[in-house]
């Protein structure tokens, strides 16, 4: 392969490549390499074009005169550089660096050594409050405000120190052992020199990507309470303004600043974690587990046990316990355990459940998608902010935009947008769209679709609405106050004769708008005594009506039909041993039954009928 040619497929390469450069690990990045009899350091060349980053290592490291060939391979740039190197060395990444180290340490010694100097500017101006970052043995060090750093350092081996100041490019030298002195020149950052020399990344800038995905971490999370009291300054800055890639098996803190990673722990994946009292680490992906506390920047992917706080800076994906709260400013898919309060900004895939709060979506993304099952269950309150939840069960109050399933409330359900499934509250139900089901003692829907609402108080805004006045074979006068749906609805009806009911029923109707219809009323009441010698309450009176209906004009229609009627009395009440029957033949002769039904204390069974007047 020619000079030429080699440059051209390089270019090529790079105009294709568009994904975000400093918030990723370069080291899962594919890339599609291809080689022949290339020297290793030609190689290297084409990795950090193909990547868009560049590789920083002793050279004592590569062997030079190695030729190497690769056949179009489809790899990571971690299984690449393992293919090249045979296992030899370890990578990490340092912003736009991948750092090359060899695994083989065994050359080291005990040596102490200082490293210290100035960092400044090209006008020679100190650089405040810039990194200086051993890339090695994380030792790290913030300057003051004449620039000045000192490193504490050991071992005898060459160190790559990382040198980084916000709105500077990041610069990394290797330094012999030993050596005292060490004065850095930062360059500006400038887009567009970079766009000139550095084609892949002037791709990976363009508009609609973010360099680095710190939107909740720079501000959020820092603001939290338990982080200010838990996390110190230094750890902060240094985890929010140095872009590292670290992945460690194990580390044990007593407090974030106090561990394995010291106050470099910000920027450092764990598997496994150990907080005696709280620890502060970039990611977890594994378990974590912290007498007090758990603060995670960036994601945590496993399982996260806490005794009193879990906090997380962005996504979590598994189970999160907490004996008091877990904060989570990203989203959740998996199962969150509080002993008091659960709270989500972004929106969840799984379950919620809380002592005395669970909040999700309570401030909204930027796009939040219905994103599978979900659920919230708290011993008090349950806010949901996102598109759609599937189950809310709160001892006081659940709060939703939409409902898919199940929504239970000791007090107060409330649905801004859509109810598909069922509403159960001791108090109060609100929907703005109900298509399905409604329980509680006061119930309010602005449209019902498809369902109906069950309570002594049913209201629904556009729907069904309509007055009856009528009598029957066992009341001279009845009132009955009829809202529902289209078809379906509910009402309550009071009946004044020999005796006194107070009724509740659901009814269905064919077409209320057509002249001629036909409807369905069952309801259940309670009857009660008018004579004062007896006790007020009589029994349970069950009655099934079917209504002939005709529409005389706009607001009135006329109703008629025959009823069955079931009457259960009070067995507990004294048997009445004088009552006057009344007459069987008589028009009114449904009052016979109820009579022999309150003086035999037996059920009674008979056909009787309603006449009425709707508007």
Not at 134 to 146: D, L
Not at 227 to 238: E, H
Not at 257 to 274: A, D, I
Request: hydrophobic content about 40%.
């Amino acid at each position: 392969m020619n000079k030429i040619a080699l440059i051209l497929s390089i270019t090529l390469a790079c105009i294709f490549f568009n994904k975000k450069v400093q918030a990723q690990n370069f080291l899962e990045k594919k890339i599609n390499l291809e080689v022949t009899n290339q020297s290793t350091e030609t190689t290297m060349f084409i990795l950090e074009k193909l990547g868009g980053f560049n590789f920083s290592y002793d050279a004592m490291l590569l062997d030079p005169s190695k030729m190497i060939s690769i056949k179009g391979k489809h790899q990571s740039l971690e299984e690449i550089l393992d293919e090249l190197f045979k296992g030899r060395l370890t990578y990490k990444v340092v912003g736009s660096h991948v750092i090359l180290q060899s695994k083989n340490k065994s050359g080291w010694s005990n040596t102490m050594w200082v490293l210290s100097g100035v960092i400044t500017d090209s006008d020679r101006n100190p650089l405040e409050n810039a990194i200086v970052y051993e890339v090695n043995r994380q030792a790290s060090f913030i300057t003051n405000s004449n620039g000045k750093y000192l490193l504490h350092l050991e071992g005898n081996q060459n160190s790559g120190i990382n040198f980084s100041c916000k709105g500077y490019k990041d610069t990394i030298v290797y330094v012999q052992a030993g050596k005292q002195q060490l004065n850095i020149v930062l360059k500006p950052w400038q887009a567009q020199s970079i766009f000139k020399t550095e084609p892949a990344f002037a791709q990976n800038l363009h508009p609609g990507t973010k360099a680095i995905n710190w939107a909740y971490t720079n501000k959020e999370l820092q603001n939290i309470g338990l982080v200010n009291l838990m996390v110190t300054n230094k750890a902060l800055y240094i985890s929010n303004n140095l872009n590292v890639k670290e992945v460690r098996f194990v580390q044990v803190s007593f407090i974030p600043s106090w561990g394995t990673n010291q106050l470099t722990n910000g920027l450092v994946t764990n598997k496994l974690s150990m907080n005696i009292i709280a620890g502060y680490a970039a990611n977890i992906e594994g378990f974590e587990i912290g007498s007090v506390a758990n603060i995670i920047r960036q994601e945590m992917n496993g399982v996260q046990i806490s005794g009193v706080a879990n906090v997380v800076g962005e996504d979590v994906h598994g189970v999160q316990a907490s004996g008091v709260v877990n904060t989570n400013l990203g989203n959740m898919d998996g199962v969150q355990l509080a002993g008091v309060i659960n709270r989500v900004k972004g929106d969840i895939k799984g379950l919620q459940m809380g002592g005395a709060i669970n909040t999700a979506a309570a401030k909204s993304l930027d796009s939040i998608p219905y994103r599978g099952w979900n659920g919230q269950i708290s011993g008090g309150i349950n806010l949901h902010g996102g598109e759609r939840i599937n189950l809310q069960v709160g001892g006081v109050y659940n709060q939703a935009n939409s409902v898919d399933g199940l929504q239970i409330s000791g007090a107060i359900n409330l649905v801004r947008g859509t109810t598909n499934g069922v509403q159960i509250s001791g108090i109060y139900n609100q929907t703005n769209k109900l298509r399905g089901i409604q329980i509680g003692l006061i119930n309010f829907a602005d449209t019902i679709e498809n369902g109906f609402p069950i309570g002594l108080v049913n209201i629904i805004k556009n729907g069904y609405h309509k007055w009856e006045l009528s009598t029957d074979e066992s009341f001279y006068f009845n009132a009955a106050y009829k809202t529902g749906g289209k078809n379906l609805y509910s009402f309550l009806r009071i009946g004044a004769g020999k005796y006194l009911n107070a009724a509740y029923g659901i009814g269905c109707t064919s077409n209320p708008n057509r002249k001629f219809s036909i409807n369905l009323d069952v309801s259940g009441s309670s009857l009660f005594n008018t004579d004062s010698d007896y006790d007020a309450f009589a029994g349970d009176l069950y009655r099934a009506q079917l209504g002939l209906t005709i529409k005389l004009n706009k607001n009135i229609t006329l109703s008629t039909g025959p009823s069955y009627n079931f009457c259960s009395p009070d067995k507990e009440q004294n048997q009445i041993s004088k009552i006057d029957f009344s007459r069987k033949n008589t028009m009114y002769f449904g009052n016979y039954y109820l009579d022999k039904a309150i003086a035999t204390l037996k059920n009674q069974y008979w056909l009787g009928w309603q006449f009425g007047l709707r508007f």
